[in-house]
């Protein structure tokens, strides 16, 4: 029993981990695309890097949303 309950709190403790990873990773994504694709190819400096970023931004807020919202329902 005390092994279950060890194994269950480590599985929550790695979503709470990889919860970072997922807000971070598109936020950085869009930065790149934006910065070394984009913005070259249009000649657009700064425009692409921060759409793209506001976006990614926009992306990893839902994210975290979405974790938040479940994280409510188990707790229920």
């Known amino acids: 029993m005390n092994d279950e309950k060890k194994s269950k709190s480590l599985a929550e403790y790695a979503n709470y981990l990889s919860l970072g990873t997922e807000i971070f990773a598109p936020i950085l994504a869009g930065a790149l ?4 694709w984009l913005d070259p190819k249009f000649h657009t400096t700064p425009m692409w890097t921060l759409i793209l970023t506001l976006v990614g931004f926009v992306v990893g807020m839902n994210t975290m949303f979405k974790f938040v919202r479940k994280i409510n329902k188990k707790k229920k």
């Open 33 to 36: 695309i934006g910065h070394f």
